[in-house]
């Protein structure tokens, strides 16, 4: 019975720490001039920010990244870790985790992407609404057009400047035309060769985590430096669409993103594509014909066996360049579609080298193209 605590000595032991922490902090307030109490007291939104680096950033937000708490969590958290050091109050008390949906595009749905999403959530923290749109709209607008992860993402990796290392080596860019996961995360994953599972797409999303932070920071400082110059400009084919589908007109569409990934063969003329023979060996995407080219370009595929087929076009970074054939269904033969040099918008494209890639059912191949002027 010794060594057990009654009822009673329990009580007098937890009351004394009580009534002891309780003069601990009135004492402290009184030898700090009422400091302590006043710091205690709610930051109004927003919240106060200071200049930081944003390399210092990238590699926290990296390491959140592969420290479970993925690329929203991880952009957000870089930033957030770093502003903490710096101001205590009222910094310390936000958890990062606040931002844990947003990892894989929300939950994994593959909708915005969790980085600029933590991101933006940060600029939302810390500036006025009005202000917040720009910033929020650079942000956004960078992600859509970077060669991602950047140059600066790669070569903190080659010289061993981030913190975890799963994988050390350069990794292809891409540019995803999009804020949304899933277009940025399988163009990635097409271009690269690489499978979602693999390490190198994880390194691939935690670089593009620690650019995002790194940029947000960047726009911030600006920002508050007063030498922000936004610079973003709504997508060209957004803005054709719009002149018929926004606010003056029809008034039924709202968004800033670039139309024509999603609705390629909308009022667009559609590519003909002609049967040329029907006893096929198996699935296949020939070399197009002739190549280089100049303007116009045939490639032909085959299918052993009714099925869907999606083939388009790609530049060398992977961006969608123009769509072909739109998830169609084809019987077996052997089929010719040609290309005539120009993009989803009816422009030409520049000179260069240029990819075909075709999905049929689990066939998947890609050809070179060059496209000389
Ligand atoms: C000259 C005006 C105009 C322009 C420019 C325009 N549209 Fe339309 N669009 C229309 C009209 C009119 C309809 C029919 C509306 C209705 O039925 O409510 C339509 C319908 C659509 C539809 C739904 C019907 C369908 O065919 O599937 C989509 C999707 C669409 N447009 C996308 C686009 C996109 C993407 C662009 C830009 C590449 C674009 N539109 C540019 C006028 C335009
Ligand atoms: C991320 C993909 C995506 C983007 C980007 C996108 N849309 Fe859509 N849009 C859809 C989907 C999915 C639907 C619903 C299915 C459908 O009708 O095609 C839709 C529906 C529509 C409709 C109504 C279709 C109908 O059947 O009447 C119109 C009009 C439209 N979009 C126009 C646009 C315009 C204009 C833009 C660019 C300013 C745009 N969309 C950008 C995916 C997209």
Redesign the pocket.
């Known amino acids: 019975m010794s060594n057990e605590i009654t009822r009673k000595d329990f009580l007098t032991t937890s009351s004394k720490y009580a009534v002891g922490a309780v003069i601990g902090i009135a004492g402290l307030d009184v030898l700090s001039g009422g400091k302590i109490l006043a710091e205690t007291k709610t930051t109004s939104w927003p919240f106060p920010y200071v200049a930081l680096d944003p390399d210092e950033v990238r590699v926290k937000a990296h390491y959140y990244y592969w420290n479970d708490k993925d690329c929203c969590a991880g952009a957000f958290g870089g930033i957030l870790e770093v502003l903490k050091a710096k101001m205590p109050d009222p910094w310390a008390n936000i958890p990062m985790e606040i931002m844990l949906f947003g990892r894989g595009g929300g939950n994994g749905w593959g909708t915005l992407c969790g980085s600029i999403n933590g991101g933006a959530a940060m600029i939302s923290l810390v500036t006025e609404k009005a202000a917040s749109g720009p910033l929020i709209n650079e942000l956004w607008g960078w992600y859509c057009q970077a060669h991602l992860p950047t140059g600066t993402a790669n070569d903190f990796a080659v010289q061993s400047k981030y913190s975890v290392h799963k994988y050390d080596g350069k990794l292809i860019p891409s540019i995803s035309g999009s804020p949304l996961c899933h277009s940025s995360v399988s163009q990635w994953c097409v271009i690269a060769n690489k499978k979602v599972g693999d390490v190198e797409r994880k390194e691939r999303c935690a670089r593009v985590t620690g650019d995002a932070a790194a940029k947000t920071v960047e726009l911030l400082n600006n920002f508050f430096a007063k030498t922000f110059v936004p610079t973003f400009v709504t997508p060209a084919?957004?803005k054709?669409?719009q002149?018929?589908?926004g606010a003056s007109?029809?008034n039924?569409?709202m968004t800033q993103m670039s139309?024509?990934p999603?609705?390629s063969t909308?009022?667009?003329e559609t590519t003909a594509v002609e049967q040329i023979a029907d006893v096929p060996k198996g699935f296949n995407l020939s070399q197009n014909y002739p190549n280089p080219f100049n303007p116009t370009t045939n490639i032909n595929f085959s299918l052993p066996k009714t099925e869907k087929v999606h083939l388009a076009v790609y530049d060398i970074r992977g961006t969608l360049i123009r769509t072909l054939v739109d998830h169609e269904l084809y019987e077996s033969g052997i089929y010719k579609v040609s290309w005539d040099g120009r993009n989803?918008?009816g422009e030409k494209v520049a000179s260069g080298i240029y990819f075909a890639r075709m999905q049929s059912g689990s066939f998947i191949n890609t050809i070179k193209m060059n496209l000389l002027k």
């Open positions: 084919d957004n054709s669409c002149g018929c589908h007109s029809l039924n569409v139309c024509t999603c609705h909308v009022h667009s989803q918008v």
